[in-house]
């Protein structure tokens, strides 16, 4: 199942808006999608072949054997800028969080083991991507205010009911719009 929201009728011409897709590669690798931009979240031996303009780490275990044609690997502290997408990386004594800006859409990039140490460091986001490691305090999720919050990895289930959904969407793509986003916080499973 795909949930997509990307376009608007309009004078019966269709009118498509930039959109950024969220698709699982594998277990623990993610593929980010701009209009421009491919970047590949912890790829692993396992990792499909994916083309990508660069790879973001979010832990010291990936694997750029099946990334091929990426210009930069990306897993310290800084600020960057890969093909119109910024991202700033923040590591206080510990893995390093995102914090992106794709296609208009505000998105923050964690490991849940990483999220207790950076609770005063982030701002809000529109979407928040979590690779579920460890369990989740869904105080820290619900200070973000995310429109969306997008669960993978071998805890997600787990994640998502301690956010308080014991039924949850599970997806295996994603495509959010900037100004199309929900209204309430949805919580969704990439499967």
Sequence with gaps: MIIK???????KKICYYDQM???LLD??????????????????????????????????????AKIPDFRVVIKAPGDYE???????????????????????????LARTSSMTKVTDKIEEAQV?????????????VTALEPRIVVL??????????ALGKDT?????????????LPEEMQVIILK
């Design 128 to 140: 928040a991507i979590f690779n579920a490691d460890a369990e989740i305090n869904p105080a820290v």
């Design 5 to 11: 929201i990307d376009y608007l009728v309009k004078e």
């Design 82 to 108: 890969v093909g119109g997408v910024k991202i700033s990386g923040i590591n206080p004594e510990g893995p390093t969080v995102f914090d992106m800006n794709v296609d208009g859409v505000e998105l923050l």
């Design 21 to 23: 897709e969220v698709s």
């Design 152 to 161: 993978y990895g071998e805890k997600a289930e787990e994640a998502a009911r």
């Design 168 to 180: 949850v969407e599970k997806v295996s793509r994603l495509s959010a719009v900037s100004g199309k």
């Design 27 to 64: 277990a623990s690798s993610i593929r980010i999608k701009s209009k421009r931009t491919t970047i590949v979240v912890d790829p692993q031996e396992k990792t499909p072949k994916t083309p990508a303009d660069a790879i973001l780490a979010l832990s010291d275990s990936y694997s750029i």
